[in-house]
């Protein structure tokens, strides 16, 4: 199933994609749910696929604005450098990473499919990351590795946009550049796992204004999904709705020489076969 959260005519809810319109779960179920994130902590899959089928769709995906799929996460989790060339992208001889590199991201940092992403007026350097995120399910400390998957919940695209000048305010800090309002997204739903037939060959790919800049699959992962549950439940209790942003390829603008920007007016979609196609224009804050 492909779920999502939106709004239309100011009122916001949550549903599934059944053709060309959305089921209203969160009208239909609001006396079980109080949101998707309580649905997903419930293990309502089969409630939500009993009542999806039974239901017509009550809007249609045309008349909707697009939220993130999970609009109240209780964590964001991002991982930095993760295809295996990433590393040598930088160019500073250092060794592959033992562990994953890692930061936050608030929800107030993402809009979601269709909603312009703003370049602040604090700088230029806005830059795109195209990436598969994970969407807990079952939560958890300490999960082994070997059990590690049963706990996604579903997929999702991710726009990881930064600001690169700010990701270099100090030495060991990106927190800054990564968490602008507005500056990345999510979605434009989340697929359930159960129509992922293998996690180890997912391809993912940019393009900004038509034009392929990042292409690669996650066979090419340093820290694969399993390791990655694994490693960051060590640290923190993972919950449902936890997202995990699982790393981008090469070939963001800050890589060419000289660098490419993202400018107001252009066009950036993440594309992920048997995921979906999440797609934003920028725009300037005001």
Not at 7 to 12: A, D, H, L, P, T
Not at 102 to 111: A, G, H, I, Y
Not at 168 to 194: C, E, I, Y
Not at 201 to 218: A, C, I, K, P
Request: hydrophobic letters at 35%.
């Amino acid at each position: 199933m492909r779920l999502l959260s939106y709004s239309v005519g100011g009122k916001e809810s949550w549903g599934v994609v059944k053709g060309d319109g959305v089921v209203d779960l969160g009208a239909r179920l609001k006396s079980r749910f109080s949101g998707l994130r309580d649905a997903i902590a419930q293990d309502a899959l089969s409630v939500l696929r009993d009542e999806t089928g039974r239901a017509p769709a009550d809007v249609a995906l045309s008349a909707i604005r697009y939220r993130i799929p999970v609009t109240d996460p209780e964590k964001i989790l991002c991982i930095g450098v993760n295809y295996n060339d990433r590393n040598a992208e930088y160019k500073d001889g250092s060794e592959a990473a033992k562990y994953p590199s890692m930061f936050f991201r608030t929800r107030e940092s993402l809009v979601g499919h269709n909603e312009p992403i703003l370049r602040p007026p604090e700088s230029n350097q806005l830059d795109y990351e195209g990436e598969i995120a994970l969407v807990i399910g079952k939560g958890g400390r300490r999960i082994p590795k070997a059990e590690a998957t049963k706990h996604i919940f579903g997929l999702s695209c991710f726009q990881e946009g930064t600001i690169r000048d700010w990701t270099r305010h100090s030495k060991f800090n990106v927190t800054q550049g990564k968490n602008f309002d507005a500056s990345g997204s999510m979605g434009p739903w989340l697929v359930t796992a159960d129509e992922i037939a293998d996690y180890t060959n997912l391809t993912v790919s940019t393009f900004v204004n038509g034009e392929r800049r990042q292409h690669d699959t996650t066979a090419n992962l340093m820290f694969g999904f399993a390791d990655l549950i694994a490693y960051v439940s060590t640290f923190t209790t993972l919950r449902p709705g936890d997202v995990i942003s699982t790393g981008t390829p090469t070939g963001a603008g800050v890589r060419f020489s000289p660098p490419v920007w993202l400018k107001p007016g252009d066009e950036v979609t993440v594309e992920a076969v048997g995921i979906g196609r999440l797609t934003n224009k920028i725009a300037d804050e005001k």
